[in-house]
Each structure stands twice: as C-alpha cells, then as structure tokens.
C-alpha cells in the first residue's frame, strides 16, 4: 500500500517484487499507485508543510533519531530483505542498513545545528541577517541499486530541515522503500510530511515532477532519466538536484603496492554486481605494472565466488534484472567488436536457483575512445586501460564526460597530491576503491555525472534550504 496523508492507501494495481538471486521467489506484491495517488500525495505534503515548518527542531531530531535507531536494530531482517530484492550480497546489504540508520541519527543531529549568519551592513545601524528556511514540498526519485540508503540521505535530510516528503522508490525495489516508510509512518511526523507513492516513473514521477505544489526534486537514477528531470524541473522554476552515471577511473602507478591496487580495483570494479555510480569501471594502468596487475586481478576474480545473495560464501550476487543482464552482456559483445581482449569472464552463469547471473567480465588492451570505455554499462564490467606515465594516465582519467569519482593507487606522495588536484572529479580516493564513502560528508561530481547542490553531510543543506536576508534598521 501507499502512505498518503497519514493513511495506507490501496492501489488499483500491484507489481511483483522477483528475487533476482531466484527468479521463482517473490518477495511480495506491492502498489503501483496512478496519477491520482500522486496528486493526494503532494496535495497532504503541501497542506503539511507549514505545520512542519514551524515544528520544533526537537520533534524533528526526535522522530529521526528514532527511524536510526529502529534501523539498526533490524539491521539483520532488512539487510535480508534489501539482498532478496536487490541481490547485493547480505554483507553488502546489511553494511547498506547499516549506513541508512547512521544517516538518520547524523540527520537528527543536523536538526539542531542549522544556523543562520548575522553580520554587519554596510551601512550604519543596521544588521543584516541571514536565515535558512526549509525548500518546502520535496519530490525523492530514488534508484533500485542503494534501496535503503539513497532514500535515507535525501528523506532523512528533506524533515530535518524541515520540508515535507513526497517519495516515489524505484520500482525494482519496493520491499526497502516500504519497510523504511512503516517506520516513517511510526515516527510521531504529522500526517503529510512524509508521502510514499510507489508507481510506474511515467505516470506517478511526471505527476511529480510537474506540479506546481513541489518546490524541489532530489533524484538519483540515470543520465537520460536525469536530464528529463532536470529539464522538466527548470522549465517550471522548481528546483532540482541530480546524481546519474560514472565512469570512474582507478589509476595504478608503477609504484602501487599490488595487493592495495588489486583489492582495490576488484572491490570498485565488481562488488556490488558493479552497480554503483562510483564503480571502477576503468583501471588506466602504467606500463610498468600493467602485466602483472592484469595477471594478479584475473586470479582474483577466478577467485571469486558469484553466486545467491543469501549464501554468504558469495562475493558477487546476481545482477539485478533481466534487462540489465542483457544490457551487460551486449556491453561484453561490444568490446569484443570493438578490437578489446576479454581476459576474463563476461559470460551468463548458471546457478542451483535462477538468476540473472553472469561472470564478472575484465577486458584488456583496450582504448580509452571505445564505447565500452566512454558509456555506463552498471554491470560487472570493467576495461584497462594501458598508460604509459603519470601524466598519460591522468589525461586519460579526465577523459570522459563523466566526472563523479576518481582514484589512484601509488605509493608516491607526490603523484597522490597532484591527483588530488589535477582529478576532474567530485570524490578523490587515494589507495581506496573509488565506491563506498561515508555518510557524514558532501557527496556528488561534475560534469554529466551531477546537477545540482552536493547531497549529505551539512553540504546537504544547500538543497533542502532556501537562504533569506533580512535588514534590521535599529
Ligand atoms: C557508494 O559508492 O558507497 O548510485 C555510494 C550510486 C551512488 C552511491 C554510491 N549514488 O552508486
């Protein structure tokens, strides 16, 4: 059911929520609201959101505290869930849980320490101040591939600075969304601030993304999906926050140390089913290390068990759905048509249960130009890419017109400063895969990865916030 209002609303339709780990598992049936559902929705978000707005910052930090502490105290049962309906592998899920619970308890925190400016004017007697007030009605898109924890940074931030909520899950993962939003509706919020609306993205989210009565839409989701958000949200003066695609490079000096850059390149590469913004997708390579780096991260994925989301001897679980699945491996046939070398995996895989599984695939000798090097595939699919110095390795880093997350494995000071700098990214990891980051700080890119104001840490309050100046004559 949907929560509209402070009710359960029942939908005309229902869609199957399929474990992609086990295709004959349904995790559960659940609504897919119309227009209609959507209009109820934003028409209670925006009856709500003076009530909220004036609410005390205590009744906030309070009911949000409470969602994380209810979060991590079931961090096993949704952890299972989230792995059933997503097939990330339960580690992977439960750590997911785990962050979305962290997420409110910081969010309860920010509550209370959003503050103002006073300073002087320019001219004599006079204060200037200025103040932060809350955006209003927000719309949240959120994606199938973080169920819990992307709905949890952009929700848990919209009520802590006071806006109300209107939240339309991806329909892929339905389970996250609404377990999260029982606990939303439980939370002591009053009816309205807190909306979900789950439904198909071209009737419910373009019911969204048009109204007048919403002053802002935080999304995360693809390019193509992004750019009609955007557009859509300019045209009408709302505003509007973007995070799409990567295509992340990890760059691997000479001097890295081996086991670092290994681990490093299969964790951001793959884990995750490599579907994650921030994957690694391309691993530039000096020459120097170039053999044995391909031959050591070929060993590693041999490896590496793919399997159940629910087996916990699996490292990798299935991709999400059948056409992502075919996605990835039209993908792997491209490289090959495009003169690359597949030095291991790319082919489907067959399990005890049926799955979308495949093998994580890595190409070699590829070139930067190719289209499996300039594109997102979101799968289990990473290239490498030969340099043949620092310089030439971090100009081919910057090559693309993707610009969310970077890396560099090196022991060198020096290269690992000028990285730093020189990288045309939002995120730097030095030594690090170039996914997983922490909750507590600004997260976003560049170019044609990201739109708008940075999400999470107190950076999050450019969006959810509207700044006022006002002038005291004394
Ligand atoms: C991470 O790398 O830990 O959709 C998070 C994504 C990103 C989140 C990545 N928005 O993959």
Redesign the pocket.
């Known amino acids: 059911m949907n929560y509209i209002g402070g009710q359960w609303v029942e939908a005309s339709e229902t869609n199957s929520n399929i474990n992609p780990s086990d295709t004959s598992d349904c995790v559960g049936r659940y609504a897919h609201g119309d227009a209609q559902n959507m209009a109820d929705a934003i028409d209670a978000a925006f009856v709500a959101k003076d009530k909220w707005r004036w609410s005390s910052i205590q009744s906030r930090a309070d009911a949000l505290d409470k969602v994380g502490t209810e979060i991590l105290a079931r961090k096993d049962e949704l952890g299972e869930l989230l792995a059933r309906e997503e097939g990330k592998v339960r580690s992977e899920a439960t750590g997911e849980v785990v962050?979305a619970g962290q997420v409110f308890k910081f969010f309860a925190g920010e509550a209370l320490r959003l503050a103002g400016e006073r300073i002087a004017s320019v001219r004599e007697n006079i204060d200037v101040e200025i103040l932060r007030e809350p955006t209003g009605v927000v719309g949240v898109i959120t994606?199938w591939?973080?169920p819990i924890?992307?709905p949890a940074w952009k929700i848990a931030a919209a009520l802590a600075y006071g806006n109300t909520v209107v939240f339309k899950p991806a329909d892929l993962v339905p389970a996250s969304a609404w377990a999260l939003s029982e606990m939303l509706s439980r939370a002591g919020l009053p009816d309205g601030v807190f909306n979900l609306v789950m439904g198909r993205g071209s009737v419910v989210g373009d019911t969204l993304l048009n109204s007048p009565f919403v002053h802002g839409v935080t999304f995360?989701g693809s390019v193509s999906t992004g750019s009609h958000v955007i557009s859509t949200c300019a045209s009408r003066g709302a505003k509007v926050q973007a995070?799409m695609g990567?295509k992340n490079p990890l760059v691997v000096l000479d001097d890295a140390d081996l086991d670092v850059a290994v681990s490093a390149a299969l964790n951001g590469a793959f884990y995750?089913t490599g579907?994650?913004?921030?994957?690694s997708s391309r691993l530039i390579v000096t020459k120097g290390i170039h053999d044995e780096f391909v031959a050591a991260l070929t060993k590693a994925l041999k490896e590496t068990k793919v399997g159940h989301a629910l087996d916990d001897t699996s490292k990798i679980g299935p991709v999400v759905s059948k056409s992502q699945l075919q996605q990835n491996l039209d993908y792997v046939e491209i490289g090959k048509s495009e003169g690359a070398e597949l030095a291991f995996g790319g082919d489907l895989l067959h399990r005890e249960t049926p799955g979308f599984y495949m093998q994580p695939a890595l190409f070699c000798e590829t070139e930067n130009t190719m289209r499996i090097n300039q594109e997102e595939i979101f799968g289990p699919v990473a290239s490498v890419i030969r340099a043949d110095d620092y310089d030439e390795a971090v100009a081919i880093a910057n090559d693309v017109s993707f610009g969310?997350?970077s890396g560099i494995c090196t022991t060198s000071l020096r290269c690992a400063s000028d990285f730093k700098h020189r990288s045309a990214a939002g995120l730097v990891m030095v030594n690090l895969p170039?996914?997983?980051?922490d909750y507590h700080v600004p997260?976003g890119g560049r170019k044609a990865s990201s739109y708008g104001a940075r999400e999470q840490g107190s950076y999050a309050r450019e969006f959810y916030t509207t700044v006022k100046t006002a002038y005291v004559n004394y």
């Open positions: 962050r994606p591939n973080f924890a992307i995360t995070e990567g995750g579907q994650r913004c921030t994957a969310l997350s170039t996914a997983g980051i997260f």
